[in-house]
DNA sequence: CGCCAAAGCGGACACGTGTCCGCTTCAACG
DNA sequence: CGTTGAAGCGGACACGTGTCCGCTTTGGCG
């Protein structure tokens, strides 16, 4: 799109992902403020790098979101629909549930993408599992993205010790109501 | 359980209460340190008698909460359990959407409760409607109150102009993954 | 080259939450 | 009543987020 910047604002724009990650990937507090220590910049440049922390987080984990998301196409070439959106939802309960950041941050993305009338990467993906499903009449019609993205929301919620009885139970739970009624 | 106390702080206790709900009735952001000096007191006042944000806010909406849960057996009194469910969850969307505060404060107090290994009073009424269903074999036996207040937490995230038509579709679409198959 | 406008920078600042601690006030008891 | 110790108070403080703005750097252009 409009990638003519200036020379040192890209680096110190990497330095701040850099910074970040390394951050992310050890304590698991996140301080905006350690983070521009860390790259060496002022608070000032990180926050016009990435206006909001969800910005931050987004571009950090941007590299498992994408993963993420070529994996539905792959599922639904080899499952019928409701396996693949299954199969899916349980791939995402799993980064959820390793890095803890992931899908809040995701979550955020796709409420600054709403605005742009869009879903993002992951409400896409989701849609074309949905589409699939719909046209197999496996899945409600009635039910999209936005509704499943909602609905797993839960797993920000969810206490740590909680993860291995409901995490999967809940999933399971949500693909029951948006199943077609056989 | 523990009301011997000092006369000047249960009124401090009732002036913070008073000037809260004026703050949550007019205002739609809530700031504490306002609510503190509306009620004229000190901060430390305030977050002694509400250690946090949320044991106020509880506080504020106590009374809904009430009755709220009292509704649950009268319901259940009436339908089906299944029926009565789905009322009573409707009823909670109707709070949720006229009170935004509500439906957050009754979710933060259901996290303090938890590490008491209760539910609070919702996750008390929740079982209720539950274990009828259960007992009717309408209700999946694997889902309990917990499961359902994670669902519903989508509430908190639903934008405003998504409430007509998201907020209630998305209940039926948990209530048909909670019923049994028939 | 050297100029200079725009792009970028950094850190001070404003604001909200929640904590801490020395002073004040209550109320029980002699 | 006066004493007294504990309950309660208030506001200063620490900390994190996000904003703002005067200064610096870059790099295109003459």
């Known amino acids: 799109m409009n990638r003519p910047r200036r020379a040192d604002a890209a680096d110190n724009r990497e330095r701040i ?3 970040a990650r390394a951050v992310v990937a050890t304590a698991d507090e996140v301080r ?21 922390r969800e910005h931050l987080l987004a571009e950090v984990y941007r590299q498992d979101v994408d993963e993420l998301v070529a994996t539905a196409p792959r599922l639904l ?17 799993e ?33 074309t599992l949905l589409d699939a499903g719909r046209a197999a009449g496996t899945v409600r019609p009635d039910v ?8 797993v929301g839960y ?22 109501g948006v199943r077609s009624r056989g």
């Open 17 to 19: 992902l850099e910074a």
């Open 32 to 52: 905006l403020n350690e983070i521009a220590k860390r790259a060496g910049v002022g608070q000032g440049t990180l926050y016009r790098h990435f206006p909001t």
């Open 77 to 93: 070439a080899e499952h019928d629909p409701v396996t693949a959106l299954t199969r899916w939802l349980d791939r995402l309960v």
């Open 95 to 127: 980064y959820a549930r390793i890095k803890h950041g992931v899908f809040a941050a995701v979550e955020a993305g796709v409420r600054k993408d709403l605005s742009a009338h869009s879903l993002g990467p992951i409400g896409d993906a989701l849609t």
């Open 144 to 151: 999209d993205a936005r509704d499943l993205i909602l609905l």
């Open 155 to 176: 797993l920000t919620r969810l206490e740590q010790d909680e993860w291995d009885t409901r995490a999967r139970h809940l999933i399971r739970i949500i693909l029951e």
